[in-house]
């Protein structure tokens, strides 16, 4: 079946560094994905939407200077957190739809210091 | 704008037992409504999914059912197992073409006892 796939699984950084999150499509092609932040005892948040070839679309309150997505290809999505800080520190994770199907990467803890 | 609240936050059964989780949600204009599985350092697994205009889904020991005018969807899970310990997750996709744009609940966390 369809996977996603998405590295890092866990990351721990200084507050201040830039932190990259792969999300791929290993055997289907993707022209959007979706990027979700989900804060302890909180529901998963949808931060953007990645578009394949275009501009990422934000959703309100998410500063897209901070949060950098780069869709260069159908299989893949970055996430890249810019000059982390321990507000940052979340479980994110991808999404991608195929047919009726939305499947998810295994998301990334970032845990900023 | 839709918010989707689930209860119990957290419920713990003996094995074997049937259970309900439910999920809520305040806005009926939905494209469809999934339930999801996440295990703990892992990603979502997909359990469930309804659309609009169906009233349920079955996959095994699970019913999933679908009640849009009242904006309700329960998941039924039949003789629970050690196994199905885990935090499950309700989900309404908006629609509008991109599929995936999903609006969560908390979540409810079962945990069954063997």
């Given amino acids: 079946g369809a996977v996603v796939s998405q590295h890092p699984s866990r990351v721990i950084c200084k507050s201040g560094t830039s932190v990259k999150i792969e999300c791929r499509s290993l055997d289907f092609q993707a022209t959007t994905m979706f990027w979700y932040r989900q804060f302890p005892k909180q529901s998963l948040m949808l931060m953007a939407t990645s578009n394949e070839g275009s501009k990422a679309t934000y959703e309100q309150g998410v500063e897209k200077d901070k949060f950098l997505i780069n869709h260069a290809s159908l299989t893949l999505s970055t996430l890249t957190v810019t000059s982390a800080h321990p507000e940052d520190s979340s479980f994110y994770i991808c999404s991608a739809g195929w047919g009726s199907t939305v499947f998810f990467g295994s998301g990334t803890q970032l845990s900023v210091l | ?114």
């Fill in chain 2, 1 to 114: 704008k839709q918010e989707v609240t689930q209860i119990p936050a957290a419920l713990s059964v003996p094995e074997g037992e049937n259970l309900v989780l439910n999920c809520s949600f305040t806005d009926s204009a939905i494209y469809n409504l999934q339930w999801f599985r996440q295990d703990p350092g892992k990603g979502l697994t997909s359990l469930l999914l309804i659309q609009s205009s169906q009233r349920e889904q079955t996959s095994g020991r699970l019913n999933a059912s679908l009640d849009k005018s009242s904006g309700r969807s329960t998941l039924y899970i039949a003789a629970s197992q050690p196994g199905d310990s885990a935090t499950y997750l309700c989900a309404v996709d908006k629609g509008g073409g991109s599929q995936g744009n999903l609006i969560f609940g908390k979540g409810t966390k079962l945990s069954v006892k063997p």
